[in-house]
């Protein structure tokens, strides 16, 4: 029987998962996604194309491989179908290799406007949500009145989901908006509507299955299965900043519940992070820098999001947040991100601790909004380009120290370092 690895982001998100995941798809039958949704935004760059998905997992550009979305996800069809015709179009079948839970929750557009009243409601106090939909869906999910994938096929599925649609209409309008204060995509409800109930009909091309039972199966079988994460712990809906979270567990725990498998079936957990911090919409992040290295991480690291554009906030690693992400999710084994981005600083800087309330400590607070100072100690820069670098031993010195301090620090090894985008420019430190 074999046990399901788990490949998550210990950060606030785009930690670089996405060109993990596809590294290592050549080393697993399944690659499986949980939780989240299209706020996901995983990047793939090979052969010269860089390809950004949002709702299909990162292993759909190895044709032989199986991927699945979890009942943890949630799906948008038309954004869904988008992701398929651009996959199309360059000569993948996913039709192929992709199979969908069947309680695998749908956002309607309707959640869409939701989130976008939401947010317009918080006023200064809005989360920064992607407005895709992802809180409101995951509302009806524990509200019980959500519509599943599975429920596509049933003849009353255009009478619930009008049901489902004018609910959210009168909470629009108890906030003091009506159904054409927002648009969605640039459409209006009724033109995004209509194009969102056609996409239907591309969801049920797809093999459509109790992936519960096809995972179980696939592990007592001895196959190798991969669970790749989205968002990062920090945005954990439990233990996140909270309420500046996404609405998932982004966390291992997470995986069981959202793909139905058992605590004990978790095999290796590879946590990923990039070598500095980066937030995108609002919420405490305690090492944000707000100068010119800020500009440089955010300018070198292109810390834009992939999915709504917007610049990434940027600031110094933080290592009580690591170590509190590395102890929520169980990692065995850390990946170093995008670690080139910092080719050209002089000094890099780290924070090892936090004064709060006037103390020092490791622990994060329950109000991640009171003042928490971070300390800092630095390393030396290695100010060297890593082209042509495929070999762990033939890193800059001062970045191998830099490595071993990260190492030490968590006390987990650190077996990738990415030097580029590209999937040919990851160094493996020790076999995986
Ligand atoms: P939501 O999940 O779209 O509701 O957004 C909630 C918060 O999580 C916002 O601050 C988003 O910017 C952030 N977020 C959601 N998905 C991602 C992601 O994939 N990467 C980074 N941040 C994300």
Known sequence: MSKIDVLLGLQWGDEGKGKVVDVLTPKYDIVARFQGGPNAGHTLEFDGIKHV?????????????????GNGVLIEPLIFQKEISTLE????????????????????????LLDAANEASKGERKIGSTLK?????????????????????S???????????????????????DENSFIIENQPLCEYEAKWLESLEN????????????????????????????????????????????????????????????????????????????????????????????????????????TTGRPRRCGWFDIP???????????????????????EFETIKYCEEYIIDGERTMELPFDMEQ?????????????????GIDKFEDLPENMKSYIGLL???TGLPIVLVSTSPNRKDTILKAEI
């Open 371 to 387: 003042s928490i100072e971070p300390i800092y100690s630095s390393c030396p820069g290695w100010k060297q380009d890593l082209q």
């Open 321 to 343: 947040a690591l170590k509190y992400a590395c102890m929520l999710n169980g990692v065995t084994h850390l990946m170093l991100m995008k670690i080139d981005v910092m080719n």
């Open 203 to 306: 969801l049920k091309r797809f093999n459509i299955i109790n992936s519960e039972y096809y995972i179980n199966q696939a592990l007592d079988e001895g196959k190798k299965i991969l669970a790749e994460g989205a968002q990062g712990s920090m945005l954990d809906i439990d233990f996140g900043s909270y309420p500046f979270v996404t609405s998932s567990n982004t966390i291992t725990a997470g995986v069981c519940s959202g793909l139905g498998i058992a605590p004990s079936r978790i095999g290796k957990v590879f946590g990923i992070c990039k070598a500095y911090c980066t937030r995108v919409g609002s919420g405490p992040f305690p090492t944000e820098l707000f100068d010119e290295n800020g500009e440089q991480l955010r300018q070198q690291g292109r810390e834009f999001g992939s």
């Open 155 to 177: 003849s009353n599925f255009v009478a619930n989901y009008e049901k489902i649609k004018q609910s959210h209409i009168r909470i629009i309008k108890s906030l003091g908006f």
């Open 53 to 69: 998905l949002h709702i299909i997992p990162s292993g759909i550009c190895h044709k032989e491989k199986i991927n699945i979305i």
């Open 133 to 153: 939909g992802i809180g409101p869906a995951y509302t009806d999910k524990i509200a019980r009145t959500g519509l599943r994938v599975g429920d596509i096929f």
């Open 407 to 409: 190492e030490e620090k």
């Open 89 to 112: 179009e360059i000569g993948f079948v996913p039709t192929n290799n992709l199979y969908i839970s069947k309680k695998a929750h749908l956002i309607l557009p309707s959640h869409r």
